[in-house]
C-alpha cells in the first residue's frame, strides 16, 4: 500500500533528519576555507574536477528514471550541470591535467549502483541541486568576488542557473514535489538513509581536497 509523502512531509525529514550529516560536510576545513573567501584557482580547480564526475554520474541516472512515475517530478534539463562544470574546468585548468580523488570515484559509483532506485537517486538529486540552489548561490557569488570572475563567466558557472529565473519559488516547488511523491514508508526510509550517505560522500571529497 503506498503512503503519500504530504502525510510524513519527506521534505522536512529530509532537512531534519540529515542536519548532521550536512552540517559535517559544509563546516569540514575545506569548504570554511572557500565559504570565509579564502579559495584560490587551485581549489576551485580541482573541486570542479571532482564535481563534474560526480555530476556526470547524477545526469545519467536521472535521465535513465525520467519516465518512471516516482522520479519524473524531480527531472528537470533545468538543473543539468554537467556541460556549464565542463566550461568551468577548461577555463580554469588551462590546458593542465587536473586528479580525480578516489572520494570522487567513489560517490560516482554509489550513484550508478542505486540508479534503478528511485527514492535513493532522489535522496543524491535532492542533495546535490537543492544545496546547489541554497548554499551554492553564496558560494559561487564569494568564488567571484575573490577570483575575479564575473558572475555566470566560465570557472563560475556551475552556480548560475540561467533557465531558472526565480531561485526560491522553484525549490518551493521541488519540496512540494517531494511531499508529493508516491513512496512507500520503506521507501521514505530509503530516501532519508541515502541522502546521509550523500553528504558523507561530500565530506570525504572535501576532506581529501584539503588534505592534498
Do not use: C, W
Not at 62 to 75: M, P, V, W
Amino acid at each position: 500500500m503506498t503512503t503519500q509523502l504530504a502525510a510524513t512531509g519527506l521534505a522536512a525529514r529530509l532537512r531534519t533528519e540529515t542536519r548532521a550529516a550536512h552540517e559535517s560536510a559544509e563546516n569540514s576545513a575545506f569548504m570554511t576555507r572557500l565559504a570565509h573567501g579564502e579559495a584560490t584557482r587551485e581549489d576551485l580547480l580541482v573541486l570542479t574536477r571532482q564535481l563534474l564526475h560526480v555530476y556526470e554520474a547524477l545526469e545519467e541516472a536521472a535521465r535513465g528514471l525520467a519516465d518512471d512515475k516516482s522520479f519524473a517530478a524531480f527531472h528537470d534539463p533545468a538543473l543539468e550541470r554537467v556541460q556549464s562544470l565542463r566550461a568551468d574546468l577548461a577555463a580554469l585548468a588551462d590546458g593542465a591535467e587536473v586528479p580525480l580523488t578516489p572520494e570522487a570515484e567513489a560517490y560516482a559509483d554509489r550513484i550508478r549502483r542505486i540508479s534503478g532506485s528511485a527514492p535513493s537517486l532522489v535522496a543524491h538529486h535532492y542533495t546535490r541541486y537543492l544545496g546547489d540552489l541554497s548554499g551554492g548561490q553564496a558560494l559561487g557569488a564569494i568564488f567571484g568576488r575573490s577570483l575575479g570572475i564575473a558572475p555566470g563567466d566560465p570557472g563560475i558557472s556551475f552556480y548560475h542557473f540561467a533557465d531558472i529565473e526565480k531561485v526560491k519559488p522553484y525549490k518551493d516547488r521541488y519540496r512540494d514535489a517531494l511531499d508529493a511523491a508516491p513512496f512507500t514508508e520503506e521507501q521514505l526510509d530509503e530516501a532519508v538513509a541515502e541522502s546521509v550517505v550523500a553528504f558523507e560522500l561530500n565530506q570525504a571529497i572535501f576532506a581529501a581536497l584539503d588534505a592534498r
